[in-house]
């Protein structure tokens, strides 16, 4: 009797709260929506404060219940994506301080702009789901569903954006996040919903016996996933550290240049000199490659011989090789020069043996859109330069003497899942070359490695990561963390190469196991759709 009185309390607190805020409307219930919407950025790095989503996404889902038409569940729903960015990319903004004096009238428009697009796709996620709140405990999958959805959208269209996906909420735990090697990080995040949105059943019952026959079914399903896929990660960790490619021996170099300097003429050359020395300051036999982060050569490569030779010097032992991001120039048939932001690599001669372009180019911050429009608004880049990058063909392997084969990345191209290898020609690596002192000790960097992680276990590969002010890391293809360098600190890694695993489901397949998984929930969210109420006989 008194389990039976306390089940049926918890169910009134749940219900009231239900009405409670199914029954606010307005500013109120954007103000609300809001407000959950930056509570439930807690759980993404690098505070992985997961229990917040079980109170944020069923919130959100009572909110929707109260809305009476398609505009209200599109405004519910674009004002919690507002709140969750606005907390969780908040730290974007600090690239505009960099040179205050030319970009700091921009800070409202990043700071509250950004968030206001991308949260268009959250609004989205809720009209969709909208139809779906009278199903009962199907509307649980329903929400899932459409939630996952609206984020691949965000990863693809318009250049895409994938950070802060909720499935990095995992990030914080080497089992957990295992499964993106089967079904990827979309993956994640549909389990992820499916369980923490699955209280909204709760507080939404009318009849009782309905409610005991169906009402956990949602929770008991997406807590049972999750646990799976938890289980799953303890079992694929192996117990101890990963064996190490012989004969390869890496050096990181972490210089912490401040950006304030990083492009002054006066300070370039000593950026470069600075970096040669902490070159030769490892321990031990000289690595085979030494590598430095993305632009750390303030000077454009391809023509400055007596720079290549320059650069040669940074090889201890006269051998092996040196990665390091710069700006290569070219001329174009007309003799204009054309630059990308690119990984070259330099032998011990001096030679250019290998070079990478970024591919997947930041708007204002490498080139302008629509140039033509905004360039007459007086509209340009925030890095040094007028002349805009060009972009590179895409993910390649590079066959470089003396190592593995390598996919290099330049910064956020690392945060695309399915796109950081070439399908065709699996590298043994990935090489991630960043500058994330734009944006300060802020939650950006944590969050930027913490997603690189990701990419290590979806693709089964390590992942080797050079950043100018840090989180430099070597990272295992489980995810693991094997050397690292902190935020904002001055140092080197030395270091081995932790060997490939073989091809994952998710390097082999992509997203088809994620279309399937949508399959199947969509199909759930019909099969548990509130039945109709029974007719009493008169």
Known sequence: MRAAKARSTDATVLDRAAARLAGLAGWRRIAVAVCFGAVSALALPPFNIFPVLFLCFPAASWLLDGCERRTAAFATGWAFGFGNFVAGLYWISNALLVDAAQFAWLLPFVAAGLPAVLALFTGLAFLAVWPARTLGPGRVPAFAVAWTVAEWLRGHLFTGFPWNLIGYTWTGSEAMIQPVSLIGIYGLSLLTVLAAAAPAALGTVTERRQAVRTRWVPLAAGVALLL???????????????????????????????????????????????????????????????????????????????????????????????????????????????????????????????????????????????????????????????????????????????????????????????????????????????????????????????????????????????????????????????????????????????????????????????????????????????????????
């Not at 270091?495 to 082999?508: F, I, M, N, S, V």
């Open 228 to 538: 799976a896929g938890g289980l799953y990660g303890l079992t694929r960790l192996p117990a101890g550290p990963v064996d190490t490619v012989e004969g390869v021996k890496l050096r990181i170099v972490q210089a912490n240049i401040d950006q304030r300097l990083k492009w002054q003429p006066e300070e370039r050359a000593e950026i470069v000199r600075r970096h040669l020395r902490m070159s030769q300051e490892g321990s031990g036999e000289p690595p085979d490659a030494v590598i430095w982060p993305e632009t750390a050569v303030p000077f454009p490569v391809g023509e400055d011989e007596q720079l290549h030779q320059a650069l040669a010097t940074a090889i201890p032992g006269g051998g092996g090789l040196l990665l390091t991001g710069a700006p290569r120039l070219e001329r174009d048939g007309t003799g204009g020069p054309r630059i990308w932001n690119s990984l070259v690599a330099v032998d011990a001669a001096g030679a250019l043996v290998g070079a990478f372009d970024k591919f997947h180019l930041v708007p204002f911050g490498e080139y302008v859109p629509f140039r033509s429009v905004l360039g007459a608004l007086g509209i340009e880049k925030i890095t040094a330069g007028s002349l805009d990058f060009s972009a590179g063909p895409g993910p390649r392997t590079l066959r470089l003497p003396g190592l593995p084969p390598v996919s290099p990345l330049i910064c956020y191209e690392v945060i695309f899942p399915g796109a950081v290898v070439p399908r065709d020609d699996r590298p043994a690596w990935i090489l991630n070359v960043t500058n994330d002192a734009w944006y300060g000790f802020s939650t950006g960097p944590f969050q930027h490695l913490a997603i690189t992680t990701v990419r290590a276990v979806e693709e089964g590969l390590p992942l080797v990561r050079a950043a100018n002010t840090g989180i430099s890391a070597v990272i295992d293809p489980y995810g693991r963390i094997v050397a690292r360098l902190d935020l904002q600190t001055s140092g080197t890694i030395d270091a081995g190469l932790p060997r490939a695993l073989p091809p994952t489901w998710y390097g082999r397949l992509g997203d088809l196991p994620l279309v399937i998984l949508l399959l199947l929930t969509t199909a759930a969210a019909w099969n548990w759709r509130k039945p109709p109420p029974e007719r009493r006989p008169r």
